[in-house]
């Protein structure tokens, strides 16, 4: 069984494959830059102080759009860069 698979077929399937894990890593750098300024003031507690700025739970939900929001324009640089190749114009700087 050989069979042949378009060149957008496999677009698709590398960018599922690196979806989960990209965002993942644009989540994770959010949270570090949103919680840098959030301390624990007890050394065994759970309780996180975050000096004016959000709680924990909206830096969460805030990281996570923020997450999108880089993905979606990874997806965008990805996508016209490989337009660009295809077509067989020169990559831009």
């Known amino acids: 069984m050989n069979r042949r698979t ?4 496999r ?3 590398l960018l599922v ?3 989960v894990p990209l965002l993942l890593v644009n989540w994770l750098v959010a949270v570090l830059i949103l919680g840098s300024g959030c301390v624990s003031p007890y ?3 759970n309780i996180t102080e975050c000096a004016g700025g959000l709680s924990e739970e909206e830096m969460s939900a805030v990281a996570g759009l923020v997450a999108l929001a880089l ?7 990805i996508a016209r860069r490989y337009g660009r190749k295809k077509a067989g114009l020169p990559a831009e700087g």
Do not use: D
């Not at 993905?71 to 640089?77: E, G, R, T």
């Open 17 to 19: 494959l690196v979806a």
């Open 71 to 77: 993905f979606a324009l990874q997806s965008w640089l």
């Open 43 to 45: 050394e065994g507690g």
């Open 6 to 9: 378009s060149p957008a077929s």
């Open 11 to 13: 677009v698709a399937l």
